[in-house]
């Protein structure tokens, strides 16, 4: 697995020192040449199984175009509980996420609420 644009992580981590741990478990985690599949439950229970906290997945048809990358899912990665989300792109069989941003839960859910269709 391949993460593309970690800098929007390592950013968050030194302007939000609270999710620092957080943030660096989630790199650790799928920022690793080794690891590969192909399906998004093997996602979620990855990320459940190293953190304890929950990823959904929305799928490329639900999301406005200002927010879609090709035919590509959004995984939104809780970390911290509710405190802070990590939005990503995600290509299993390409084992590869493009880092789209970490939010406040305050601001994802403004940025679910314009960004994704009822």
């Not at 996602?43 to 990823?55: E, L, Q, Y």
């Amino acid at each position: 697995m391949r993460v593309i644009s970690p800098k929007v992580i390592t950013e968050s981590m030194k302007t939000h020192a609270q999710w620092k741990v957080g943030l660096k478990l989630w790199l650790d985690v799928f920022d690793n040449h080794a690891l590969s599949f192909e399906s998004s439950v093997f996602i979620r229970d990855t990320w459940k199984n190293a953190s304890g906290w929950n990823v959904d997945r929305i799928g490329s048809s639900k999301l406005k175009n200002e927010s879609k990358k090709g035919p590509l899912d959004i995984y939104v990665f809780d970390v911290h509980k509710n405190d802070c989300r990590i939005v990503a792109w995600g290509s299993p069989k390409a084992h590869i996420f493009y880092v789209k941003a970490v939010y406040s839960h305050a601001a994802y859910d403004k940025w679910w609420k314009d960004q994704v269709k009822p």
